[in-house]
């Protein structure tokens, strides 16, 4: 409010200047009321698609990562998730031990993770 004030006191202080300096102020200072409270509510809008997308990005990153797994991968990642050890999941697949690190070792590499603790998270 105290700019809008200042801005019509100047502005009529100096009505009668004519040069370029005073017209440039004129016109760069509001002297009404804002009604274009839309370019607001549109600029809002589009920052809150952008932070929804950052915060987001994070989730639909590792969605499209786990497509890159095979069927067999995604099955030894469930059982992961689910607490099992590498001989249970070896049994559970009837594959050996070091065919099950294989897998994992792919999967660790495909997520972009570095330990097992992580994948859990």
């Known amino acids: 409010m105290q700019i809008k004030t200042f801005a019509k006191t100047v502005c009529k202080k100096w ?24 370019l607001l509510i ?19 990153f590792k969605n499209n990562q786990i497509k890159k797994l095979s069927v067999q991968e995604r099955k030894i990642l469930a059982l992961l998730k689910k ?6 999941i070896s049994d559970e697949f009837n594959i050996g ?16 993770v570095k330990s097992r603790k992580k994948l859990m998270n």
């Open 97 to 112: 031990l070091s065919t099950f690190k294989s897998h994992l070792s792919s999967i660790l590499k495909k997520l972009n």
């Open 83 to 88: 607490g099992a050890s590498n001989k249970e």
């Open 15 to 38: 009505s009668d200047q004519d040069d370029a300096y005073s017209q440039d102020f004129r016109n760069k200072l509001p002297l009404k009321e804002a009604k274009n409270n839309w």
């Open 42 to 60: 549109i600029g809002l809008g589009i920052f809150l698609i952008v932070v929804g997308y950052l915060i987001g990005e994070d989730n639909v």
